[in-house]
């Protein structure tokens, strides 16, 4: 008999934890055990028979594994205390993401409440699978670089993009991916018909993370992002238009052969045929990648991924990555 996973979810009011307890609750071989929000402690939690707790009250030693879907600096602090209690963790926060103190620092202009914590997995499974399987605490990558990551892989993994050229990020997510406090960027009358580009060249935090990835596969001695994202007046989903130049290891006409035989078998990523472009449509409310190429010349591609921000760029890739923790099927409770 397969055991039972005891979970808690730690800020489940956010909309990246909505989608969690949604998935959790109908996973098999999971009994959620509580879901904190300070600001709705005591109401119901949808879909199930708990109530919000406020999170200094929830009991780590009746859990075997948390969600953590709270604000950067505030994840960490928990983080520590979870693991000094023996309970794995699944942090979708930045905190964990970078693998040095350092690297926080200069992208989140404060020191890292636990360095002593770092490095630890990035719980992108395409990438990073074997490190995933077996692990007692994994950083879940920003909704971001997930999906221009996926979108860049296959070329990363021959080493197929020009190191004097860079890769040019045009990116665009629904306005879920700022989260459920209330801002004046975020207000219906500030976003609706409007489209706005912020934290635009190279001053938006997820640059740091995108880049330490791509240091994983090829050498890099000069900042080679170019990354842009706006705020899409939509509630979720997430498009990257990417743009690269190819090396001589391949040219543009071979990369959709590359990038089919690559995800061949990755259940969660899905290669549109030439000639169709990814639509937001293709992936909302479902814990997928969807990825077309078009070649523009020999050496010129555009990659379009698109991905639902709050499932395969949030929720639904916990899940996928908990699911490598404790080696049930990856895609349980996702398909």
């Given at each position: 008999m397969t055991k039972t996973i005891r979970?808690?979810?730690?800020?489940?009011?956010?909309?990246?934890?909505?989608?969690?307890?949604?998935?959790?609750?109908?996973?098999?071989?999971?009994?959620?055990?509580?879901?904190?929000?300070?600001?709705?402690?005591?109401?119901?939690?949808?879909?199930?028979?708990?109530?919000y707790i406020p999170s200094e009250d929830a009991p780590l030693d009746s859990v075997d594994a948390v969600f953590l879907a709270l604000p950067h600096k505030a994840s960490a602090k928990v983080a520590k205390k979870a693991i000094d209690a023996g309970v794995r963790v699944l942090d979708l926060s930045a905190?964990?993401?970078?693998?040095?103190?350092?690297?926080?620092?200069?992208?989140?202009?404060?020191?890292?409440?636990?360095?002593?914590?770092?490095?630890?997995?990035?719980?992108?499974?395409?990438?990073?699978?074997?490190?995933?399987?077996?692990?007692?605490?994994?950083?879940?990558?920003?909704?971001?670089?997930?999906?221009?990551?996926?979108?860049?892989?296959?070329?990363?993994?021959?080493?197929?993009?020009?190191?004097?050229?860079p890769i040019i990020v045009d990116a665009k997510s629904g306005v879920s991916g700022a989260g459920r406090t209330p801002s004046d960027t975020v207000h219906f009358v500030e976003v609706y018909g409007n489209l706005k580009p912020y934290n635009t060249g190279r001053k938006h935090r997820h640059v740091g993370e995108i880049e330490q990835e791509i240091r994983k596969f090829v050498s890099?001695?000069?900042?080679?992002?170019?990354?842009?994202?706006?705020?899409?007046?939509?509630?979720?989903?997430?498009?990257?238009?990417?743009?690269?130049?190819?090396?001589?290891?391949?040219?543009?006409?071979?990369?959709?052969?590359?990038?089919?035989?690559?995800?061949?078998?990755?259940?969660?990523?899905?290669?549109?045929?030439?000639?169709?472009?990814?639509?937001?449509?293709?992936?909302?409310?479902?814990?997928?990648?969807?990825?077309?190429?078009?070649?523009v010349t020999d050496r010129y591609l555009h990659i379009t991924s698109v991905t639902d921000n709050l499932r395969k760029g949030a929720a639904g890739q916990a899940v996928q990555c908990f699911n490598l923790m404790y080696q049930f099927p990856e895609t349980m409770a996702l398909l």
């Open positions: 979970v808690g979810v730690f800020g489940a009011s956010g909309y990246a934890g909505l989608d969690l307890v949604e998935i959790l609750a109908q996973h098999p071989h999971v009994q959620l055990v509580f879901a904190t929000s300070n600001t709705y402690a005591g109401d119901i939690v949808a879909g199930t028979d708990l109530r905190d964990l993401r970078l693998n040095t103190a350092e690297e926080y620092k200069l992208w989140y202009k404060d020191d890292h409440p636990h360095p002593e914590l770092l490095p630890v997995p990035y719980g992108l499974p395409e990438l990073h699978r074997d490190e995933i399987r077996g692990a007692k605490v994994v950083a879940i990558p920003g909704c971001y670089p997930t999906t221009t990551l996926l979108g860049l892989y296959p070329l990363l993994k021959i080493e197929g993009l020009s190191v004097e050229a890099l001695t000069d900042p080679m992002l170019i990354f842009t994202p706006h705020l899409l007046p939509v509630d979720r989903g997430l498009m990257a238009s990417i743009y690269v130049t190819l090396n001589y290891n391949i040219t543009a006409d071979k990369v959709h052969s590359l990038y089919a035989n690559v995800y061949m078998d990755e259940p969660l990523v899905d290669v549109l045929p030439l000639g169709t472009e990814a639509t937001l449509k293709h992936v909302v409310k479902t814990n997928r990648c969807v990825i077309s190429l078009t070649p």
